[in-house]
């Protein structure tokens, strides 16, 4: 052997296998046989169901329209992918992942169909947004103390506020409520205490004003701080408070 078809077998070992055009047409012929063949498959369960009366099984229609589509896969990858004239190890690494894909479909599919088997509520066909209860659904009654499992109903109310409802309910009154938060945080009055709980229970004697020994801290937000102002009456008031001094 020559050096010259030393080289050339040597390309030939390594290079892309050229397939003949008689061998394509005969692979794209069999994948539209295959496609005319799974409309064929569904127009004649619908003739049969039709014509007997019957229902046939979703399991009929699954198996036959994956049947189909398995061996046009298969075609695929074995001509146009040209796995048939590759190394088997190519072949294989793509069935590993193909299992790989199973595999997780198949976790996915147990956990969804045994779920309820921990939570009953679990049950059934999975909705957009999840149970279809929300935040803002409305509300079931005046008192806000019934709701469907497992979401909270709070009729649009936060979680936080929906809770303290739920707490002065439970105390009774807000003044209990009030009494009993304020027993355990002195330090400041609530922003959601509007009727001033803090100052009737005497707890206003608490805060600490700063003097000549010491600043007091303040924690929160100024009051007024991000309220809307005209820009034009803005102007107008630092003139004024300007001129005035």
């Known amino acids: 052997m020559t050096n010259h078809d ?18 394509q047409i005969g692979v794209l012929a069999a994948l539209l046989f295959f496609t005319f063949a799974t409309v064929l498959f569904y127009n004649a369960e619908n ?3 039709t014509a007997f009366e019957i229902h046939l099984p979703n399991w009929i229609n699954i198996v036959g329209a994956m049947t189909i589509a398995t061996i046009k896969a298969i075609l695929v ?9 590759d190394k088997a190890i190519n072949t294989f690494a793509m069935l590993f992942c193909l299992f790989c894909v199973a595999l997780f479909l198949g976790i996915t599919m147990i956990d969804l169909e045994t779920r309820d088997r921990v939570y009953t509520w679990k049950e059934g066909e999975i909705t957009l947004g999840g149970t279809g209860k929300g935040l803002d659904t409305p509300a079931i009654d005046a008192r806000f103390d019934s709701s469907p499992a497992p979401t909270i109903n709070t009729a649009g109310m936060s979680i936080v506020d929906f809770r303290r409802e739920q707490a002065i309910e439970k ?4 003044n209990a409520y009030w009494k009993y938060y304020y027993a355990k945080h002195t330090d400041k009055r609530h922003t959601a205490d509007t009727q001033n709980f803090y100052a009737q229970l005497g707890y206003d004697n608490n805060i ?5 020994n010491g600043a007091a801290p303040r924690t929160g937000l100024t009051q007024g701080l991000f309220n809307a102002v005209d820009p034009n009456q803005a102007h107008t008031t630092n003139t004024t408070d300007n001129a005035g001094h």
């Open 77 to 85: 990858c074995m001509f146009f992918m040209g796995l048939r004239y």
């Open 6 to 23: 030393t080289i050339a077998h040597e390309e030939h070992a390594h290079g892309h296998p050229v397939v003949s055009w008689q061998i």
């Open 47 to 49: 003739w049969i169901e």
């Open 171 to 174: 105390k009774g009154s807000e």
């Open 208 to 212: 600490v004003l700063p003097d000549a």
